[in-house]
């Protein structure tokens, strides 16, 4: 079949192939009338017009490309789709960039494989870089002149928009809940633990919450691996050789909380009679798990939109501006977490 191109529209419409453009591309330096964009609209309907991404990519410098780029900081690693917090926030980052004429470039990047080199080979026109800490990866990218969004991410260079949470209070608030539920000694759980990451942030906040009560941060409840379900399930087994001595557990996140639940439940230790959780994510199975997570929610699909809308917002900027977006927290009651009292121990 041959493919129907601006000249059939343009014919069918009864105007200039120019005028088809101008519509196509809303051109603000062109006045066209609302009923010349109507009929020009329902050409386009009615031939199933669909735009050539390519010519217009090379008329307009444009590929109409948004990198994603998602470091794996464990080499030998596979994706991470196992975590449906990814998958969440990459839903909503595609979503939003195929309604605004957008496709996405996906990858998955080792720590030692340079940032800059796997944007430049595709011409990308902006990149979302989620989870990354600081090196001199980033120092490339900033040279290649497009707008760049850090998601999650404690990097401090203006060059780069952000877009994240206060991992900090989060892990301050999930931990003060415990304690206010009675539990004084409390286990944390989260991947590795790096300086300038997520993990660190929401270890320093689980420490700030436990000196405010008077309680002293203990090494021994310390657990970190890595950030999966499987980690979950070795933690689980941690717990129980160090002789199950914390009453509650915050775990960073809600994927590692699934896997330790299900290792607990294998030895016949039951959440939350004999060990309370507060997770951290809110992600979609937290809800459908048994028993249901409390967890500190976060906006997950929000954090995907509002970085495909800054890489936009500064594609058409004139001059760059950084822009810092912090997105609320809050925590939601389950069922993994019960009151613990004095009689208990």
């Known amino acids: 079949m041959q493919r129907v191109s601006i000249k059939d529209v343009a014919k069918e419409a009864g105007v ?12 603000p330096t062109e006045s066209i009338s609302a009923e010349t964009r109507k009929r020009v609209m329902a050409a386009v309907q009615k031939l199933g017009y669909v735009p050539n991404l390519n010519a217009r990519s090379l008329s307009s410098r444009r590929s109409n490309l948004i990198g994603v780029l998602i470091p794996q900081t464990e080499p030998g690693k596979e994706f991470m789709f196992s975590n449906p917090f990814y998958g969440e926030l990459l839903s909503a980052i595609e979503y939003t960039a195929r309604q605004h004429g957008y496709h996405l470039l996906l990858s998955g990047t080792q720590e030692d494989q340079g940032y800059a080199n796997v944007a430049r080979n595709r011409g990308v026109d902006g990149i979302i870089i989620v989870g990354t800490y600081p090196g001199e990866s980033l120092n490339e990218l900033k040279r290649m002149g497009v707008p760049i969004v850090l998601v999650d991410s404690y990097v401090t260079d203006d060059a780069f928009h952000t877009i994240g949470i206060e991992d900090k ?40 919450a436990l000196r405010e009560a008077g309680l002293t941060p203990d090494e021994g ?11 979950g399930l070795t933690a689980a087994r ?3 050789d160090r002789g199950r001595r ?3 557990a915050f775990i960073t996140a809600d994927v590692l909380s699934m896997g330790f639940v ?3 439940r294998q030895q016949g230790v ?6 309370s959780i507060v997770s951290f994510d809110d992600v979609y199975l937290a809800n459908m798990a048994y028993p249901s997570l409390t967890t500190v929610h976060q906006d997950i699909g929000e954090k995907g939109r509002k970085a495909v809308e800054l890489i936009l917002e500064a594609a058409q900027a004139k001059e760059h501006r950084h822009t810092e977006c912090i997105l609320p927290l809050r925590l939601v009651e389950r069922d993994s977490v019960r009151e613990w009292r004095k009689s208990d121990d």
Request: charged share 20%.
């Open 270 to 275: 039951c959440v939350p009679e004999d060990i």
């Open 246 to 248: 914390q009453t509650a």
């Open 262 to 264: 299900k290792g607990l």
């Open 169 to 208: 209070e989060g892990a301050r608030m999930a931990t003060r809940y415990l304690i206010g539920k009675g539990h004084q000694s409390i286990a944390f759980i989260s991947g590795s633990i790096r300086e300038n990451g997520v993990n660190m942030k929401r270890y320093q906040g689980y420490c700030d």
């Open 221 to 231: 409840a310390i657990y970190s691996g890595t950030v999966d379900y499987e980690y």
């Open 238 to 240: 941690q717990y129980l």
């Open 16 to 27: 200039s192939a120019s005028t088809v453009s101008y519509v196509l591309n809303n051109s």
